[in-house]
């Protein structure tokens, strides 16, 4: 059982040092004048001059600081990677990494890349042999830009993979960029788990220092957020940061209650009437499809109006540029369809046609979910119309954004609910993303299972002090004989204690030195599997700036305080199959990531995640059990399998299979995991060359990771209230994101649709954009996002008047279903029509009576009346 706590200290290679930037900084610390190379450059690359904030963030990159660019949609953030990294890539033979989320779309941005930047990407909808093609490219410097998405850096999603090879078979990383950098910071709207690790990748595994976040939108707030996450340590680290509308956006809002029809009229009068390049957004797939066949239905046969434009705009187009269109609009290719939908669900292909046919101007409207216009190379959209109101401010100018991106005039109208029907939409999306206390509890009970380093620390403890007192008492009888001799102190003697062995010393050498010589001798295939210990650090906050960062760091340190200093145990390796715990939590893949992100990126560092692997293996020997018990004698994993089984009062003797966790058992010999599976893996072969009749399986695809097995019940609760924590400030900075947004809306709207059909008083416009430029630009503290939420609309259905009738439907509802167990939380999302991995909409969502009911009622209390009602019904 000594083996439990002894385990060989693995070398963590260290990563390659930083490469040296291409300009040093002046004496005073800033960067240098841009130098006429840079210009040269610029040229190459086919543009004359830099648009405003290029040219501060490039020469920050090639000064090796790292900085983040704001900067609205279209305005040119990707030439703020494209030049440093063909600099650098001119100079040395370097690479510059570029992740980006939108997997399905890094084929067109790789095409799309200037003819001098010679690129390659890797993702998961590569296959193997793809994807082992642009490693390849890569090693041998064919590239200077590799496009990842993020899962294809630091793992996770299921993929199993890192796809990278290691820092030291890559050429030297020039610099980072990270694209859609908000969604690192949790106060984002589109905040990914995934994105909080990758900073930390970057530089603990490939060395990289400098880093380039791009983000089209970002608020004060969350620019310093992800500023913190990019090491930004200097005033001047974001660059630019001009989130504001573009001037050539002509913006409205009506709350018309006949929303159909008022789409219609707005698609038929003089605004909207004369594009011919429409999105319309709906928040729902089904929507998409009923908008989208309504529109056919009623615009059949319209034909399209002659543009006639406000005076503001005509002089945002000038004479020369209205003859050109008009010339380009006698060309035009005649349209083929009017509306199409277009959403995630639908197959790939027809995505693909509806995507194609608006691209080429065949199709005028597209009525979509936000899964289409990411990434959408189309620079003359001329109109974007929310049918429902996007999630928040956030959302509404990153969707907005793709309306005008060749600068021309661009209308954008959106539709609010007067009922706040939208609202409780949204709101039903952010509590499906939310998690209970008890769930939390049931996670961290997996990720922490105690550990006997405890009681093994005490023995060995009781057994030095034991020794010691002994051989103090020898020499002190010595000391007394010979008589004048100091007697040593307690700690001479300490120190001659030989140190306990290491596990592989203890547990058959010779089986340990075969494997490791096999794993020699097959080259380093799994080499990229083996996952290294990380040294454990302070968390990393170097904001110089306390007021910038003053939220966080008080936050870090109310997390930080007073834990215990020196733990005995020196974490584990453990693995917990990913759909096993998706079914027991009832919470999805990602949430236990984002979870499991939390822990890691406490200053205590909890958990070190590492990535996913198959955990469970199976050994089935065609011979029977005499098979299994010989392999004990060459196959040291397998022997403490069975004797842990023969321990636990089993009968190992007549078994002819096992299965077991591979992580645990490689983690309680102190062998590393990918040692231990190539050893189960040669049971397979006989020492002859041919089948051995033994069959290794392994399966389950497990979160797996490091973490502590010491805490006590006491720090166990502390770690799961920062967990909860953590998930309802979530929580409370989303609803409170979608609740300003809901108000400013509100504020600026127009009664009916009418009012700015055919023409738009420009001073609506305008004071919406200066309602986001105020979100935008100022800065909030947390205290604001999290202060109770106040809106008349979230609040006109009080639970009161009826909870009777709520009651009622919980107990009908736990009567019919009498044979399934369920929990408050489980109830309440029925109600509130929310899916989650134990109860599908598929199932769950036929049941009309129930499903999505009560949606406009707070779920919080939902969760209260239905935890009630499930006590009783017991
Ligand atoms: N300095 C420049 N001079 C002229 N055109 C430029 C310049 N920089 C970028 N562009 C052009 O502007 C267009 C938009 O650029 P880019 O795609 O980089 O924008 P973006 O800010 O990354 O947009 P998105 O947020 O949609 O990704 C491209 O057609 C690009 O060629």
């Not at 709906?282 to 006639?308: I, S, Y």
Request: negative net charge; contains cysteine.
């Amino acid at each position: 059982m000594l083996l439990n706590v002894i385990r060989p200290d693995y070398e963590r290679p260290a990563p390659p040092p930083p490469m040296e930037p291409l300009y040093h900084l002046k004496d005073d610390g800033k960067v240098q004048e841009t130098p006429a190379e840079v210009y040269a450059a610029l040229r190459d690359l086919g543009y004359q001059s830099f648009r405003p904030g290029q040219e501060e963030a490039i020469m920050r990159i090639l000064s090796g600081l790292s900085t983040l660019v704001v900067l609205s949609t279209g305005m040119g953030k990707s030439l703020c990677y494209q030049l440093p990294a063909y600099l650098y890539a001119q100079r040395s033979k370097s690479i510059t990494l570029v992740i980006s989320p939108l997997v399905s779309l890094m084929d067109d941005q790789l095409s799309g890349l200037p003819a001098h930047l010679k690129a390659a990407c890797i993702h998961s909808n590569m296959t193997k042999k793809q994807r082992e093609a642009a490693i390849e490219k890569v090693k041998s410097g064919e590239v200077c830009v590799l496009l990842l998405s993020p899962e294809a850096l630091v793992g996770g999603g299921g993929s199993g993979s890192g796809c990278l090879p290691s820092a030291q078979e890559l050429p030297p990383v020039a610099f980072a960029c990270i694209d859609e950098a908000h969604c690192v910071s949790e106060w984002s709207h589109n905040f990914r788990p995934c994105y909080l690790r990758l900073c930390k990748v970057l530089r603990e595994r490939l060395g990289v220092q400098c880093l380039l976040g791009l983000t089209a939108t970002a608020t004060l707030s969350t620019a310093l957020d992800i500023a913190r996450h990019l090491d930004i340590t200097d005033q001047d680290g974001i660059a630019v940061r001009s989130a504001a509308v573009p001037s050539n956006l002509y913006l409205s809002v009506s709350t018309d209650r006949e929303k159909d029809q008022a789409l219609v009229t707005l698609l038929k009068g003089d605004r909207f009437g004369c594009l011919d390049s429409v999105i319309v957004y709906c928040t729902r797939r089904e929507e998409t499809t009923r908008v989208a066949a309504l529109l056919r239905t009623c615009l059949q046969g319209v034909l399209l109006k002659e543009n006639k434009q406000t005076s503001s705009q005509a002089q945002h187009n000038p004479a020369g540029q209205r003859k050109k269109d008009l010339a380009r609009k006698k060309i035009r290719k005649p349209l083929k369809w009017q509306a199409e939908s277009y959403h995630a669900g639908l197959s790939a292909s027809e995505r693909r046609r509806v995507q194609n046919n608006f691209m080429c101007g065949e199709l005028r409207i597209v009525v979509a979910t936000v899964a289409f216009g990411m990434g959408l190379d189309k620079s003359d959209v001329r109109g974007i119309i929310h049918y429902n109101m996007p999630k928040s401010f956030e959302s509404y100018v990153q969707e907005i954004g793709r309306a005008g991106r060749d600068g021309e005039p661009a209308h954008c109208h959106l539709f609010l609910d007067p009922e706040g029907g939208d609202l409780h939409e949204l709101r039903r999306h952010i509590y499906a993303d939310t998690v209970d206390y008890y769930t939390v509890k049931k996670l961290v009970q997996k990720v922490f299972p105690s550990c006997r380093c405890k009681q093994i620390h005490q023995k060995q403890h009781e057994l030095v002090k034991d020794i010691e007192d002994s051989e103090l008492l020898e020499i002190m009888d010595v000391c007394d004989q010979e008589g004048s001799l100091d007697p040593p102190t307690q700690q001479d003697i300490a120190t001659d204690i030989p140190a306990p062995s290491t596990a592989k010393e203890t547990s058959h050498p010779d089986a340990a030195e075969q494997l490791l010589q096999e794993d020699r001798a097959e080259g380093k295939e799994e080499e990229k599997d083996k996952e290294q210990t990380v040294e454990h650090k302070e968390a990393d906050c170097s904001m110089k700036d306390k007021d910038v960062a003053g939220d966080w760091l008080r936050d870090q340190e109310e997390e930080s305080s007073d834990w215990s200093r020196e733990r005995v145990c020196h974490t584990h390796e453990r693995a917990i199959p990913i759909q096993e715990t998706v079914e027991a939590l009832d919470i999805t893949e990602e949430g236990v990531e984002t979870l499991l992100c939390y822990l890691e990126l406490h200053p205590q560092r909890f958990v070190e995640l590492l990535h996913p692997t198959v955990s469970r293996c199976k050994i089935s020997c065609y011979d029977g059990p005499r098979q299994l018990q010989k392999i004990t004698k060459i196959c040291p994993p397998v022997a403490v399998v069975l004797a842990r089984r023969r321990m636990a009062g089993e009968r190992v003797e007549n078994c002819d299979d096992v299965e077991f966790d591979v992580v645990e058992v490689a983690d309680m010999m102190g062998w590393q995991l990918p040692l231990v599976k190539r050893g189960l893996r040669q049971l397979q072969w006989s020492s002859a060359g041919g089948r051995s009749g033994i069959h290794v399986e392994f399966s389950s695809i497990s979160f797996y990771f490091r973490s502590y097995g010491d805490l006590s019940d006491e720090e166990m609760d502390r770690v799961c209230q920062f967990l909860h924590n953590r998930v309802q400030n979530q929580e409370r900075t989303q609803l409170y994101q979608l609740t300003a947004s809901f108000k400013a809306f509100k504020s600026v709207a127009y009664h009916s649709v009418s009012s700015c059909v055919d023409d738009l008083d420009e001073s609506r416009s305008l004071q919406l954009k200066s309602l986001l430029s105020e979100y935008f630009d100022k800065r909030r503290d947390r205290s604001q996002t999290l202060a109770p939420l106040d809106i008349e609309e979230l609040d006109k259905y009080k639970l009161l008047d009826w909870e009777n009738q709520i009651r009622a439907d919980i107990r009908g509802f736990l009567s019919n279903r009498s044979d399934e167990k369920f929990s408050g939380r489980a109830v309440a999302r029925i109600l509130h029509g929310i899916a989650s991995p134990c109860y599908p909409a598929q199932t769950y969502g036929r049941d009309r009576r129930y499903w999505r009911k009560y949606i406009q009622f707070d779920f919080n209390q939902l969760i209260r009346l239905a935890t009630q009602e499930i006590i009783r019904f017991k």
